[in-house]
């Protein structure tokens, strides 16, 4: 017999919650993961569909409206994903004016979507209308080194952006863009999605100071293997200034721009600045 977990969306959300877990970026409740449906998805699953009450977004994405999302509930934890997913997950449709999501499928002992859902439904948006609808995950989770990295670097998108591009030559690849931060600020609500919406107009991720990563991308594994990339480049700079933080040799601003070449990609100027 078939199960609604037979479909590969869900399998691949599954794993990269599990994968998520066993990085470490999931303590607790800690981290928010949502993937926007394509229509063949939806209509797939609408047979375990069992529609609950309209429950307002606490903001509005009106380019979102009529979508589906699959999202990790509220207070639930990553590592349960894989065991229960039923208890810890959920599908959620929104209404036709952006403005209230309700629950279709999942938490199936009670609960809600995750406390992050306007900056994802925010996130969603920007990229959704920015890449013409190529882009479907959002990811959010607490990584320690590129954390710790918030109390120390001044926050500014061309500082994290240039060091961890300097930490591994394949960051200006991964994410050519640069990385954006968002200073502290209170989690769960709407300034911090509009803050965060902000910056993915312009970036794949964006740091939340003393706080985590958000990341968007196309699929699964590219928003992971974006989400690793930033985090393992921390990890370096993390040791590199545990080291002394002298740096004796590095790439340079013309070794960036001789890789742009090779790699057929564009890196802003505004990141290779004389130091
Ligand atoms: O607990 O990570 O930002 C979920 C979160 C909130
Ligand atoms: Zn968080």
Request: hydrophobic share 40%; glycine share 8%.
């Amino acid at each position: 017999m078939s199960t609604i977990y037979d479909n590969e969306f869900m399998q691949g959300f599954m794993r990269m919650a599990d994968d998520g877990f066993q990085q470490g970026w999931h303590e607790r409740n800690g981290g928010n993961l949502s993937y926007r449906m394509k229509p063949e998805e939806a209509e797939a699953v609408k047979s375990y569909f069992t529609p609950k009450e309209w429950q307002p977004i606490g903001t509005s994405v009106p380019k979102l409206a009529g979508e589906f999302f699959l999202v990790t509930g509220s207070g639930k934890y990553f590592r349960n994903v894989m065991i229960k997913p039923e208890d810890s997950i959920c599908i959620i449709e929104i209404d036709d004016r952006g403005e209230n999501y309700r629950i279709m499928w999942g938490l199936v002992n009670g609960g809600r979507p995750t406390s992050e859902l306007p900056s994802h439904l925010m996130n969603h948006e920007v990229k959704k209308v920015r890449t013409n609808g190529k882009y479907r995950v959002i990811y959010h989770g607490h990584p320690a080194n590129l954390i710790a990295l918030t109390f120390v670097l001044p926050l500014e998108d061309k500082v994290f952006t240039r060091e961890l591009w300097e930490m591994a030559t394949e960051c200006p690849v991964v994410f050519p863009d640069g990385l954006g931060v968002v200073p502290w600020m209170v989690p769960g609500g709407r300034d911090i999605a509009v803050a965060t919406s902000k910056l993915m107009e312009k970036y794949d991720a964006a740091v939340w100071a003393h706080h985590g990563l958000f990341a968007a991308g196309e699929d699964f594994d590219l928003t992971f293997g974006l989400f690793h990339t930033i985090e393992k480049s921390a990890e370096i700079l993390v040791k590199v200034m545990s080291m002394g933080g002298v740096k004796r040799q590095t790439i340079t601003p013309d070794d960036f721009r001789n890789l742009a070449k090779d790699f057929h990609v564009t890196l802003p100027e505004e990141f290779l600045y004389e130091k």
